[in-house]
């Protein structure tokens, strides 16, 4: 089979398509044959040399979400056949011809859903139910602010939350996707390089914050949060300690604020959990996530398809950061 491989760790342009032996299928696992493939940033940073794959997933062809029909079922598999549509999670392997994964990883496509768009969801749809519906335990009526809302994970977090009646309020860098935001169901998002999110936010107050953004959001974030408020990290894209912002004073974290204001510090990564820990989110998704896929209530967002062999302009895409939404690699060669 055709796969892109990450030649060495670097720039977009280390992604190189080759030949590959198709993946072997064990007893609980099946083959897909992918259609489309979802690209998400920890691809880039996996590329980069930041983000190595987990011990047991392919270790040089990224992709953690695909969709496409059933090829191959193991030996033990039995709630899927030849020719189903799926899509699935996996820890690694999603840019190429066939992939394989575990049978209980695997959803169905829903109903009117193209390839493409069910390829744009497992990977922000499983990190946002386990983070902002588990983790975050976001209640009906809260105020829950995402920042980066115009990324996969935001556009997949806002429609969710909105969904279940929360009030959405969300950051991004410019004012089209500030638009975007708004249009998918936020109350309200501030362009972060206009406004200081803080001072819009603070009179109203937010009950649970997904951060990917970390840095100098970190004591910002804890100040808008109120009683039995929580914050979840995802990623830290501006660092992992608060630094100081150049030409400003020192934001110091108020830890007294977390006691006082009983307040919840927690965050995840996908990726590396178990099989079974992936199984039965999955099962939870199909339960509490996918009638809402089904009733066309959630609106996929694919901003550019990319052919598998230019995933290098796929990857420069979006380390741009000029994307709202998904950008989604197809198997046309
Ligand atoms: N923990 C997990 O399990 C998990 C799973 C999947 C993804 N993630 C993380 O979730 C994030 C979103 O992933 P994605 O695939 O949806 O990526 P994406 O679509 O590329 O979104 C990243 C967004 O972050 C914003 N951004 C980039 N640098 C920023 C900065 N310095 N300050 C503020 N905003 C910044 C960009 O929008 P603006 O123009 O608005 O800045 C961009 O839309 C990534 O950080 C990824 O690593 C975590």
Same mark, same amino acid.
């Given at each position: 089979m055709k796969a892109v491989v990450i030649t060495k760790p670097g720039k977009p342009e280390v992604l190189v398509v080759e030949d590959r032996p198709v993946p072997v299928v064990k007893h609980d696992e099946v083959l897909i044959r992918v259609y489309a493939a979802g690209v998400n940033r920890p691809d880039v940073f996996q590329r980069k040399g930041n983000y190595p794959p987990p011990p047991g997933a392919p270790q040089d062809i990224p992709g953690l979400e695909v969709a496409g029909t059933v090829e191959l079922c193991g030996s033990s598999v039995q709630n899927w056949k030849k020719g189903d549509a799926v899509c699935a999670l996996l820890a690694g392997g999603g840019y190429a011809e066939f992939a394989v994964v575990h049978a209980r990883h695997c959803l169905p496509v829903p109903d009117h859903f193209s390839f493409v768009e069910a390829a744009s969801l497992p990977e922000t749809v499983f990190t946002v139910w386990h983070n902002v519906f588990q983790r975050g335990n976001l209640k009906k009526g809260e105020h829950f602010l995402v920042h980066g809302g115009s990324s996969g994970i935001g556009i997949t977090a806002i429609q969710l939350a909105k969904g279940l009646g929360a009030k959405v309020?969300?950051?991004?860098?410019?004012?089209?996707?500030?638009?975007?935001?708004?249009?998918? #169901?936020?109350?309200?998002? $501030? &362009?972060?390089? =206009?406004? /200081?999110?803080?001072?819009?936010?603070?009179?109203?107050?937010? +009950?649970?914050?997904?951060?990917?953004?970390?840095?100098?959001?970190?004591?910002?974030?804890?100040?808008?949060?109120?009683?039995? #408020?929580?914050?979840?990290? $995802? &990623?830290?894209? =501006?660092? /992992?300690?608060?630094?100081?912002?150049?030409?400003?004073?020192? +934001?110091?974290?108020?830890?007294?604020?977390?006691?006082?204001?009983?307040?919840?510090?927690?965050?995840?990564?996908?990726?590396?959990?178990?099989?079974?820990?992936?199984?039965?989110?999955?099962?939870?998704?199909?339960?509490?996530?996918?009638?809402?896929?089904?009733?066309g209530k959630f609106k996929p967002v694919v901003f550019r398809e990319f052919p598998l062999n230019e995933a290098a302009q796929a990857h420069a895409l979006m380390e741009h950061s000029g994307h709202i939404g998904k950008i989604i690699l197809t198997n046309s060669w």
């Open positions: 309020f969300a950051t991004a860098g410019s004012d089209e996707k500030c638009e975007a935001c708004v249009a998918l #169901g936020a109350h309200l998002c $501030i &362009n972060y390089k =206009k406004e /200081n999110f803080e001072e819009v936010l603070k009179t109203e107050g937010v +009950d649970l914050i997904l951060d990917m953004v970390g840095g100098d959001y970190i004591p910002k974030n804890i100040r808008l949060l109120r009683v039995d #408020g929580r914050l979840v990290f $995802i &990623n830290t894209m =501006k660092g /992992n300690k608060v630094r100081q912002v150049e030409g400003q004073p020192l +934001d110091e974290v108020d830890f007294g604020l977390i006691m006082r204001n009983r307040l919840t510090l927690t965050g995840s990564t996908l990726r590396n959990r178990d099989v079974a820990f992936k199984a039965t989110l999955t099962e939870e998704i199909l339960e509490n996530v996918w009638p809402f896929m089904n009733n």
